[in-house]
């Protein structure tokens, strides 16, 4: 018998849930892409997308994943052999560098690990190290998606400002793009790299790239462009098909559209401080699990170093597989698997798994998915603390007034 039958829910981080309301918007019959209602559709995207990335810079659409945005910053960045500096703190950050040097760019990793953020002291040195500045970008990930870890991306270019260092610095927010707060232009970020399946609330398909004048300017001649990634049409085409290098993405504008109407609805700092509830309350519950196993811990131990998307957490080998099997197979809950965090005692990284809070998600998804896991961890016998629920519907509780 298993009681997973019902509507399961997936906890991955990515893709997310897809709001009814975008499904729907989705759910109809192909458009007229030469003119008419498209053509205004899109043309309302660009200010809500500038809005969400807290910029006015240029945007270029692709249609392509996480990995393909990636790409395309990379193309509209570099000619072959330039240099880049790459603040790792997971698989995702050394994932960006393996994409762009394979590429022809020639990639310094500053490498982290998996449980820190980025240490400003090392990237102020490499900086100063770099006299005849040969870098000419600096490549960092917001959240890295496999280890939770949130860097500041402020901070960063802080340091790159005092050191008086000319380099762009481009930011990968795929796990962190409408989840955690996060301001461009305030912070002086170059170049954001986004996707449309996690916090967008879109199916995978959608990459996003926004460019400040400064980058357009110090990219105008990167040789790795080529017509399909190139990011001038795409962001300035007279054309509309120029703007997708042809065909657009119909259905997937039809449900970002949606999308973004959804995030002015609720109000963009409210999306962020909705985020922070849920994230504090699955911190919460591990918190009160790891109390009675020392086995189990969130990976990152400082919060304000983690991200408010997602979270890495260690439960020891073999539990963190036995207890995602079981809460798919009995809960109709789908969690992470772990990324990049094998450790000689554990290589395939049977002890980690992640938990996603991202995107159309609210309290009864976020405290359901913990409640499923410690009645996984009753059946399995896997030791863990008590209170974990309480604490994590108290997180919710004291987000919300009390009311007579």
Excluded at 106 to 130: K, W
Excluded at 135 to 159: F, G, Q
Excluded at 274 to 296: C, K, M, Q, T, Y
């Amino acid at each position: 018998m298993s009681l997973a039958n019902g509507r399961p829910y997936l906890a991955i981080p990515g893709p997310s849930t897809i709001p009814d309301r975008v499904l729907n918007a989705m759910h109809r019959a192909a458009p007229n892409i030469y003119a008419g209602d498209l053509h205004a559709l899109v043309a309302g995207l660009w200010p809500d997308l500038r809005r969400l990335a807290g910029t006015s810079a240029h945007i270029a659409m692709y249609i392509v994943n996480g990995h393909g945005a990636w790409e395309a910053a990379n193309a509209n960045m570099f000619s072959r052999g330039d240099r880049a500096l790459v603040l790792a703190t997971g698989a995702f950050g050394l994932g960006w560098a393996n994409a762009a040097r394979a590429m022809g760019v020639a990639v310094d990793v500053l490498d982290f690990g998996t449980s820190a953020p980025v240490d400003l002291a090392q990237l102020e040195a490499a900086l100063r190290a770099d006299v005849a500045h040969g870098l000419k970008a600096v490549l960092l990930t917001h959240v890295d998606t496999a280890t939770s870890v949130r860097s500041d991306v402020a901070a960063v270019r802080a340091v790159m400002d005092a050191v008086g260092h000319p380099a762009l610095l481009a930011v990968d927010c795929i796990a962190s793009m409408g989840c955690d707060e996060y301001h461009m232009d305030a912070w002086g970020v170059d170049v954001t790299v986004a996707a449309s399946q996690k916090g967008v609330m879109v199916p995978p398909g959608l990459g996003f790239v926004w460019f400040s004048d400064k980058a357009r300017a110090v990219c105008a001649g990167a040789d790795l462009r080529t017509p399909y990634w190139d990011w001038g049409p795409r962001a300035f085409g007279a054309e509309f098909w120029q703007r997708f290098c042809g065909t657009a993405p119909t259905h997937h504008l039809f449900g970002l559209r949606e999308s973004l109407t959804m995030i002015a609805e609720e109000g963009l700092a409210n999306v962020w401080a909705r985020h922070e509830v849920l994230a504090r309350s699955v911190w919460a519950a591990f918190d009160a699990w790891g109390a009675g196993n020392p086995d189990i811990a969130l990976n990152v131990a400082d919060p304000a170093h983690r991200g408010r998307s997602v979270t890495a957490a260690r439960l020891g080998a073999p539990h963190a597989t036995r207890l995602r099997d079981w809460t798919e197979a009995h809960g109709g809950v789908t969690l992470g698997v772990g990324l990049g965090m094998a450790l000689p005692s554990d290589p395939a990284v049977h002890g980690f798994l992640r938990v996603a809070h991202m995107g159309h998600v609210n309290p009864h998804m976020t405290l359901g998915a913990l409640a499923v896991m410690e009645a996984g961890m009753l059946s399995l016998g896997i030791p863990h603390g008590a209170g974990a629920l309480a604490a994590a519907a108290q997180v919710v509780a004291a987000a919300v007034p009390a009311r007579g």
